[in-house]
């Protein structure tokens, strides 16, 4: 069944594939998976694979399986499973049936390879792992044949059944198929199909001490689950002929897959290499997977991130089978475009400078109203309250400034946001010079209109230096410092291109009062600052705002 041509998004190459196949009666309805190894957190570039991988599923009308590859247990923990779970929910995704493991399939694996060895297919060999290597050749040497490739039937069958019985000590022992060791492909020297590791699987215990390949598991659990057209990034292409090779050697399947490529995701001034984003957990540069300045999901949704705006950005990306460096400046106008159609208004004084209204009755106060959203009047209005101190940015007054300065200058007028217009009239200074506060005066005939004798061009915002909320911002910046610092890092590491400023923390900021109290992953615009969102570190009493992205992409190219 094809998508409703109202429903039908922009075309690309999968799906012109998808669209042949079930007009030609291939298929009967469309199945695809996504297969993430859960050795880490999954980051912007597995986001995209989610978003192609079930966005089909969901456009064609049909299904979408969560399968674990599993099959490396040294590396993989119950951690990193429910995170990817979280993290495909949180996207708005929901897979069918139940989480599928290739774990789950191992005994129909182990059945598979034994048919491989009857077939004469498959060996076991007694070589060293460093023996296999040598005699693999390289791209321009053909390799070498093992001496234990001619083994019979009887005594890889006996051989493999020792692997499984633990009688092997690791790398004394691998079943390899048995292809072309002068293949052109290297994929198809040979390749090792079970190797033996003794140690505890996440989820099968210490039932099995040999674990089936990632190029074995595949295809056969494709197949398993009926998985029609099994997308993986072109890093894999040179190892399609092996998928189709090991289906093409196995009968009583319940399907044949096929398999397409597509260029990953590469972001500018970003790191999507799991190993390496582990390193940065290990080694302390961040503070964790979610880390704001991750680029892991988890750690781009406690930054600020939405799911509509990394479905979004996925589409802006595209399919194709090109590989290209993506500007990271897209993915924040992803964000930057959806909350600010989203995100409610509020005022934040990022570095506080306390200004004294001095015609201001001592203890007068007043509720000034302002729009929650300005687009979207359904929201209705704020109550924010003026006092006769209030904070306003210390970037906000000059002393002295030129006419290009459209804020508080010493002897000029400014509005304040959504209130009166004010005069600076005297600064008080500490004992080091600095300026401390601004006495200025107030013209209680403005508010809601400009003064008919003279023009106030300038706008700053303020919060009451009574009702205030006293919190934490923490500004973040892009992670690395260059757009390819994993292609930067001949001669040195892809650590010495981590940006220095990636984080800044501003301990006295201010708030108005009806953040108080606000949730996590609560998204709001401060307004003349940019889009910022509850972290989950924040109090009742003191909450804590992280930096989503800026009003404005201001960062400069290189």
């Not at 999968?14 to 291939?26: H, M």
């Not at 009967?28 to 998976?33: E, F, G, I, N």
Request: aromatic share 8%.
């Amino acid at each position: 069944m094809t998508m409703n041509d109202n429903e039908r998004r922009p075309s690309n190459f999968i799906r012109q594939i998808i669209d042949r196949d079930l007009a030609e009666g291939r298929h009967d309805r469309v199945v695809t998976r996504f297969p993430p190894e859960p050795n880490g957190y999954l980051h912007i570039g597995h986001a995209k694979s989610i978003c192609l991988n079930f966005g089909i599923a969901e456009d064609y009308e049909g299904v979408c399986t969560l399968r674990f590859d599993d099959t490396n247990p040294e590396k993989e923990s119950p951690e990193y499973v429910a995170s990817i779970k979280r993290d495909v929910a949180w996207l708005g995704y929901r897979w069918a049936g139940e989480p599928r493991f290739a774990s789950d399939y191992f005994d129909r694996l182990y059945e598979c390879a034994r048919e491989m060895i009857r077939k004469g297919v498959a060996y076991v060999d007694s070589q060293s792992p460093e023996q296999i290597r040598e005699t693999r050749g390289s791209f321009t040497e053909p390799g070498r044949n093992s001496p234990f490739r001619d083994r019979s039937v009887e005594e890889n069958l006996e051989l493999f059944e020792k692997m499984r019985a633990g009688e092997f000590d690791e790398g004394e022992a691998v079943l390899r198929a048995k292809i072309d060791m002068a293949a052109p492909n290297l994929n198809l020297r040979d390749p090792v199909l079970y190797r033996i590791r003794k140690v505890h699987h996440h989820n099968t215990g210490d039932k099995w001490c040999i674990y089936p390949m990632y190029d074995f598991t595949h295809p056969i659990s494709d197949a398993i689950e009926g998985v029609t057209h099994s997308l993986c990034t072109l890093e894999f292409e040179a190892n399609r002929p092996l998928y189709d090779w090991v289906l093409d050697q196995l009968e009583d399947l319940p399907a044949r897959p096929r398999q397409y490529e597509f260029a990953r995701l590469n972001l500018g001034n970003t790191i999507t290499s799991k190993r390496k984003l582990q390193q940065l957990v290990e080694l302390g540069h961040v503070d964790g997977w979610d880390d704001p300045r991750m680029p892991t999901i988890s750690g781009l949704r406690r930054r600020g991130y939405t799911p509509a705006s990394l479905r979004r950005f996925s589409e802006m990306v595209g399919v194709s089978r090109e590989n290209s460096l993506v500007d990271v400046s897209m993915l924040e106008s992803a964000i930057r475009d959806d909350l600010n159609r989203t995100a409610p208004r509020a005022m934040c004084v990022l570095r506080p400078l306390k200004l004294i209204i001095d015609n201001w009755p001592q203890d007068h106060e007043e509720q000034l109203e302002a729009p929650v959203h300005p687009q979207d009047e359904s929201l209705g209005t704020r109550r924010v309250a003026m006092t006769r101190e209030v904070w306003i940015d210390r970037e906000d007054f000059r002393e002295e400034a030129n006419k290009k300065f459209k804020r508080l200058v010493l002897g000029k007028e400014v509005r304040l946001r959504y209130g009166y217009v004010i005069r600076a009239d005297e600064v008080v200074r500490d004992e080091a010079g600095e300026v401390v506060a601004v006495h200025c005066t107030y013209d209680p005939e403005t508010l809601g209109r400009n003064p008919e004798d003279r023009k106030v061009k300038g706008v700053i915002h303020w919060v009451s230096a009574r009702y205030g909320v006293s919190c934490q911002v923490r500004l973040y910046d892009r992670l690395c410092t260059v757009a390819r610092p994993e292609a930067a890092e001949e001669g040195g590491s892809f650590l010495d291109y981590l940006n220095p400023e990636s984080l800044r923390v501003l301990d006295d900021c201010v708030v108005e009062e009806g953040l108080a109290g606000a949730e996590a992953e609560s998204r709001y615009q401060f307004e003349r600052e940019g889009y910022f969102c509850v972290d989950r570190d924040s109090t009742a009493e003191r909450p804590v705002f992280n930096l989503t992205v800026g009003l404005r992409d201001t960062a400069k190219p290189e």
